[in-house]
């Protein structure tokens, strides 16, 4: 069903097999999911996303699990069915709990409406809120 | 510009004025945004929002910071203006710094293209991420 | 700042015209908005969106007023700035009043919440509702 | 296959009873769905979400078949699967005839379509449609 | 599981007929897929989307696989499962090959990305980029 | 008005001017748009998304004028208004005409729009369109 052949280690180019480690020893898991599988086919692209990954999920000023569950409202806002699968399950690995997870909705669910009431009312944006 | 008639303090009547004595004692200031101005042509909507506001935005598992930056997050997705200047200004109150809402954009950023890049390629959801 | 040049009647060619008449003719008014200005850049596509435009909004199982307070919900939850100002002026002229349009608001900014809990949440879609 | 446990009736506590006895008898039926299900395991938002549906698609200056469809318009706009189905079946349950349900599906799709003409072309808004 | 009844040719009236015909000779296959099927319950409607996309799909300024992709990459953007399926087996079919699909898709993410950085970032239109 | 500062090439740290004189240099202009001076507050992420940028809108499987053309038609989608002039100034820049303009957009419109019928008619996707 997938719309790129999904690119399994055995058959795998080196620089692919190189990737596919490095996500494996990264996240400490023996697997690789199907997102990289089906990315791999352009090895370049494989690599440059995961290199975006480990950098931009890293800890920081912000905290990992912090930013797994900002990943989830995005995906959820976007409607990303495999996204919000992958991130919610990597979420929960880094600890977000039953109820974390359906506070996050809550928020999620509110701020996608009062967007579209302020996208709808266009009230101006107040002087106060400008930087 | 606004498509639906700001409501001043002074000309509104008894139940908007409580919500605005609300928002403003709730949130320490003086003034009420302009989103509020301009939903308040519907007082039962004006009511029932700003509950809902206060019961979803209000400490709980996740911190308020947490939540605000949720906010934006989903703000910046649907590219609403308003809400991300207003909720970017809430963040910083409540001590988002520079460098988180960097961080956060960072997130953000990444979040919307391996979305849109598991939307093209279509793998399946593995196995592993349901619960 | 418009991308596509404004083509004004005075320097139109006749192909353009006649869209630009059709248009002032059937909504009765004296002037065209600059959305079919910028289009008209491809007279071939100004006149297809217009016959489209005609056929869809045209009085059938639905009411025009209907029709358009669909437009602005639409609209509104793209976040198109220049089709919620003209589509909303449009309702107002067919008969939206103050308390429609909040309203519409409401059921708006409601669906846009909910979707993203079921999107979230992504709970089967129940037997009952498969026709 | 839900992110969310799905809470039954039997083993829902009282709180969460109460809303789904509401919305059964609310809605006339016998049966919970699977959105209230999923949303159950936070009590409060599930009361909270379930006010909110009843106030806003209550009979006001929009009649309830009107909200239902513009329920729909948002949800096929969105892409939200769980909604689209769900709220088309509602507003069929309302009164939505086939001859009803394909103009909406016209009017959803056009107006997707000169929102984006618009995004992409970016004309100034017209003075005439400023209030 | 289809919200329209698919109307498949034997039980099609003649106008329908018609269009599915057109369909098939312009595109050199022997089926209709069912997107024209469920919205033949609009025949009206039918063809007219039809008309469109002979028009704004034929041969032009644009070569026919670059409106294809183009039409791929919307889909993906928009989470469109239908679309993205159809329109990337149409771009095959005109000669889009495995490196240009992921090609493709690397803008398509990119661009996703960048745009929520502007819309979270908010940086001013520079004037040169103004017309 | 921009929620990050814009950091100007001459109170940039070493690292920023570095990625700026990249930028000026690999597109042969003398001046940096604002994009890059608001990410520029994140070193680290102007460095990343610029070496993106650079990797994934060189000439390789795609040209780049088409690559620049797919990048405006998902600005277009998402209503990103600084992505839409930025790319379709950059468009132009790399030989993109009125016409090819034009129909550029004619594809995005009936993309949205189809992509909407499909997301509310529903039909399922034909097993002739899965690879």
């Not at 692919?16 to 089906?38: L, P, S």
């Not at 692209?45 to 000023?61: D, F, H, S, T």
Request: one cysteine or more; proline letters at 6%; hydrophobic letters at 45%.
């Amino acid at each position: 069903m997938s719309l790129a052949r999904l690119l399994e280690y055995g058959e795998a180019p080196p620089e692919v097999r190189a990737v596919y480690d490095d996500i494996m020893q990264t996240r400490g898991v023996d697997w690789v999911n199907n997102f990289w599988k089906a990315l791999a086919n352009d090895p370049a692209a494989l690599k440059r996303i995961w290199e975006n990954v480990k950098q931009v999920m890293a800890p920081g000023a912000l905290d990992p699990l912090l930013k797994e569950m900002i990943y989830v409202a995005v995906s959820a806002t976007n409607g990303c069915e495999y996204c919000t699968y992958s991130h919610t399950a990597a979420a929960r690995r880094k600890g977000m709990t039953d109820g974390m997870f359906m506070e996050l909705m809550a928020v999620v669910g509110l701020a996608n409406e009062t967007n579209r009431l302020a996208n709808g009312l266009r009230p101006p944006v107040d002087a106060q809120f400008k930087p």
